[in-house]
């Protein structure tokens, strides 16, 4: 099979509703197979690119191809795609298996028992088919939905947020679920999700999407590890980002300065080379001392002024001199004391951990980014 055939591709999308541009321009092949994530915060677009996907809204400009066919202008129900929302929008005077057999019959197909009991099987729903949809939890309406849409073996398979509506510890559990079942039937999944570790959990390549674009698309590890812009280094997990200017190179390493201390940050680490730049540390790269700073750590001394114990870690906000607050990420293996509040600390890291992001002149703090604030 060549790389082409089958593979999802946006080519210059573009959906406007009268002046206010939602999706702009977005260029993407998801290859066929994958488990893809839009992630963004709430009216970002996520949803306008779904249903252009599935041919519910028009693209104003650009083209959707699947495979080798041009998509853009066929019919909702004669694309090779389904959707699975939120809301499950079961029909609730249907069974269960009555829900699920629903794409098959309105095809016509008469035999149809089989298959409705091996997707059930696939969501881990066996023997629930007779019920009716108000007589199972939110979580199993969910699955069943899912078997509902995978029992016309799609192409494509479009998530719009499916698992919001559930608790947190149900979400995490049905996070592991759709990815095996993902990795069970081969189909190519898009979910659309506001939830940084929803994406980066399941999906093979998320794309960080902001204001009707794509900010960046990678490897869950290799954005969270290199971020490419200051949006993404908060969006995806938080991020340290100190106001920084290059100052030249030696060998491998790029000299930096900020707020008057120089630091050292491997080349290869540098998303901008010159001018002013973000120093990008992860709080759980940051590690806190009354004592002696590790040979070959970076370091900058502070007070710290707050202190929340989460459980599995302890996160310390330690405020520097020139007033910034580092957020550090401690977790409690009980090797060390916790750190009252007011503590006189050395914050440290190592040289390779940290990066650098490009930073227009006069931008002094970074961005905060709430996922879940409309941007629009
Ligand atoms: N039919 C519509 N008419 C006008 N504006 C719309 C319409 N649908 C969506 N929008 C706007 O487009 C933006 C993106 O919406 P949407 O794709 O639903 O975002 P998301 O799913 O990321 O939250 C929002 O500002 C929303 O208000
Ligand atoms: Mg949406």
Redesign the pocket.
């Known amino acids: 099979m060549t790389e082409q055939q089958g593979d999802l591709q946006l080519i210059g999308v573009t959906k406007r ?2 002046a ?1 541009t ?2 702009d321009d977005l260029t993407l092949t998801v290859p066929r197979g994958s488990f893809f994530a839009l992630l ?10 779904l249903r252009m996907i599935a041919g519910l809204e028009e693209p104003t400009a650009g083209q959707v191809l699947l495979g080798d066919q041009d998509v853009t202008n066929l019919r909702p129900y004669k694309r090779p795609v389904n959707t699975v929302f939120q809301s499950y929008a079961l029909f609730p005077h249907l069974s269960i298996s009555d829900n699920v057999a629903f794409g098959l019959r309105r095809r016509g197909v008469k035999q149809y028992a089989d298959q409705v009991e091996q997707m059930l099987h696939l969501v881990e729903m066996d023997g629930f088919g007779k019920r009716k949809p108000s007589q199972l939890s939110g979580g199993q309406q969910q699955r069943v939905a899912l078997a509902r849409a995978l029992i016309n073996r799609p192409q494509v398979l479009l998530l ?1 947020e499916p698992l919001g509506a559930l608790d947190l510890k149900l979400r995490r559990q049905m996070q592991v679920e759709l990815k095996r079942i993902q990795t069970e039937v081969g189909i190519t999944f898009v979910h ?1 999700t ?1 939830d940084q570790e929803e994406a980066m959990t399941m999906a093979d390549t998320v794309a960080v ?1 902001n204001a ?1 674009r794509i900010e960046q698309l990678g490897a869950p590890v290799e954005m969270y590890d290199f971020p490419g812009t200051a949006f993404v280094a908060n969006f995806l997990g938080q991020s340290n980002l100190l106001a920084a200017e290059v100052h030249g190179r030696s060998g491998d390493d790029l000299l930096v300065e900020a707020y008057g201390t120089r630091y050292t940050v491997p080349a290869a680490r540098a998303r901008a080379a010159e001018g002013t730049v973000w120093l990008g540390v992860r709080p759980e790269k940051l590690h806190l001392t009354t004592g002696e700073v590790p040979s070959g750590h970076q370091s900058a001394t502070g007070l710290v002024t707050d202190s929340s114990y989460m459980g599995v870690s302890t996160q310390y906000l330690v405020r520097a001199p020139w007033g910034d607050e580092l957020t550090v990420f401690v977790p409690n293996s009980g090797v060390a004391a916790p750190l009252s509040v007011a503590s006189e600390v050395t914050v440290h890291w190592r040289p390779e951990h940290a990066f650098l992001l490009p930073r227009p002149a006069g931008e002094t703090h970074a961005p905060v980014v709430d996922p879940e604030e ?3």
Do not use: E, L, N, Y
């Open positions: 509703f009268g206010f939602a999706v963004g915060a709430s009216g970002c677009g996520k949803t306008t690119t719009d659309v506001h999407m009707g409309v941007a629009a």
